[in-house]
């Protein structure tokens, strides 16, 4: 079983559109986060959610919407697509906001055109 | 300012060998944490080892260990009998107690020659 699990893995989309990326985790984590991986592979956060709250909200265009229906989701949603927001987006969970590691899924690379 | 400092972009290594990765970070907080991660070609994160700073021993994880030296601030990974499977980059992070956000490094590319 995956343990934290992001669809769709690829997408390609037109600018202006507007696209999500959903997250889930069947780990019992209280904790989820979403980060940004850039071309030259920085991994920057942009948000984090402990039980559906959220704690983490860095300096991210506000066309950037994290939803969180429970705990074990958090999804991303994108308006207005651009293209410098072509990157891989990874989603991870952790036991607690202070917990030790967290667990990432297989990143969406998203190519916007 | 918390940072952290992987100084080598890049390690060509023959297998069977063993490898350290080089991690530095910087922070006035005595309550962190220290992570490495490796993310192979396919994309993934995958977690290798954390280091409490109050841990006393050195984290082992199988051929992985964490050379961690708290006055030079330095949190190195050795990795025993490399194999060609460790090709992909690794990344450092420290977590600082404080806020609890996760600090990453560039990364490293680890190549292991056959």
């Known amino acids: 079983d995956t343990a934290v699990s992001q669809t769709p893995k690829y997408l390609v989309t037109q600018m202006g559109n507007d696209k999500s990326i959903k997250c889930e985790q069947n780990l019992g984590h209280d904790t989820m986060y979403w980060y940004k991986q850039d071309s030259k592979k920085f991994l920057k956060i942009m948000f984090s959610?402990?039980?559906?709250?959220?704690?983490i909200n860095e300096t991210v265009p506000n066309r950037f919407s994290p939803k969180s229906p429970d705990k074990a989701h958090l999804n991303l949603h994108i308006n207005s697509l651009e293209l410098g927001d072509s990157a891989v987006y990874f989603c991870a969970s952790s036991r607690s906001f202070e917990g030790s590691e967290a667990f990432f899924g297989q990143g969406t690379r998203l190519t916007v055109v | 300012a918390q940072k952290i400092t992987q100084t080598q972009p890049g390690m060509f290594v023959q297998e069977k060998e063993a490898v350290t990765l080089d991690c530095t970070y910087d922070?006035?907080?005595?309550?962190?944490?220290l992570f490495w991660y490796k993310q192979p070609s396919s994309g993934e994160m995958i977690f290798l080892i954390y280091?409490?700073?109050?841990d006393e021993q050195n984290a082992t994880e199988g051929r992985y260990s964490l050379n961690f030296q708290k006055a030079r601030k330095s949190a190195n990974l050795v990795i025993s009998a490399s194999q060609l499977g460790d090709s992909a980059m690794y990344f450092c992070a420290m977590r600082v107690n404080s806020n609890y956000q996760l600090i990453w490094g560039a990364g490293t590319k680890l190549i292991i020659k056959p």
């Open positions: 922070t006035s907080d005595q309550s962190y944490g």
């Open positions: 959610y402990n039980n559906k709250e959220l704690i």
């Open positions: 280091q409490g700073s109050y």
